[in-house]
Nanobody, 115 residues
Framework: QVQLVESGGGLVQAGGSLRLSCAASRRIFGINTMGWYRQPPGKQRELVASVTTGDSTNYAVAVKGRFTISRDNAKNTVDLQMNGLKPEDTAVYFC?????????WGQGTQVTVSS
């Protein structure tokens, strides 16, 4: 069974850092571009960053220069290092393929940034 499990969220003050991690089944990890997404309160889910199997990355304008996505093919994980966090980064963060596959959405991990 394919699973994506996110971890690493929490409460942090503005300017702080968090590192999110997503563990993926080998079956989907090795051949797909992976992405981190977020859903702020009352808003739609949006793409934050993506990384290809060749480690090419792309970022949303709002997080460029502050967030770094990386993947570890040996461990089947994709991480999101978040620095310089802002209150507007508060959201539930999810990982999925890019483009996302509906059946792979997990429960996500909550990130709350206080001002």
């Amino acid at each position: 069974q394919v699973q994506l499990v996110e971890s690493g969220g929490g409460l942090v003050q503005a300017g702080g850092s968090l590192r999110l991690s997503c563990a993926a089944s080998r079956r989907i990890f090795g051949i797909n571009t992976m992405g981190w997404y977020r859903q702020p309160p009352g808003k739609q889910r949006e793409l934050v960053a993506s990384v290809t199997t060749g480690d090419s990355t792309n970022y949303a304008v709002a997080v460029k220069g502050r967030f770094t996505i990386s993947r570890d093919n040996a461990k089947n994980t994709v991480d999101l290092q978040m620095n310089g966090l802002k209150p507007e980064d508060t959201a539930v963060y999810f990982c999925n393929l890019f483009p996302p596959f509906q059946g792979f959405w997990g429960q996500g991990t909550q990130v709350t940034v206080s001002s």
